[in-house]
Nanobody, 129 residues
Framework: QVQLVESGGGLVQSGGSLRLSCAAS????????????MGWFRRAPGKEREFVAV????????YYEDSVKGRFTISIDNAKKTVYLQMNSLNPEDTAVYYC??????????????????WGQGTQVTVSS
């Protein structure tokens, strides 16, 4: 059974930084034998869940949602199957529950379909003004 466990959320003031982590466990050889990607989505209060960032398992390819470009950086430790999201210059509009995601396939597909194979439970990020 695949589990994605997020950590690192919390309360931060506007302009501050947070680093989210997500560790994947229970992956089978079929999940990782081909290309895979891990990424982040978020759901703000009263809004639909939206794509934030995705990175290929190799760490070579990454995509970002426009509003976080230049402020957020996604990275991955392939050996640990752990993805990170460094969030800088946070503002109240970044307040949301952040969800980790895993997809067997190209990173581009997670961005375009927004339908990963597995989801984490989510971690709350709150940015105060």
């Amino acid at each position: 059974q695949v589990q994605l466990v997020e950590s690192g959320g919390g309360l931060v003031q506007s302009g501050g930084s947070l680093r989210l982590s997500c560790a994947a466990s229970g992956l089978t050889s079929s999940d990782t034998a081909m290309a895979y990607a891990m990424g982040w989505f978020r759901r703000a209060p009263g809004k639909e869940r939206e794509f934030v960032a995705v990175i290929s398992g190799s760490g070579i390819v990454a995509y970002y949602e426009d509003s976080v470009k230049g402020r957020f950086t996604i990275s991955i430790d392939n050996a640990k199957k752990t993805v990170y999201l460094q969030m800088n210059s946070l503002n109240p509009e970044d307040t949301a529950v952040y969800y980790c995601a895993f997809l067997t396939g190209a990173a581009q597909r997670m961005r375009t379909t927004q339908a990963p194979d597995y989801w984490g439970q989510g971690t709350q990020v709150t940015v105060s003004s």
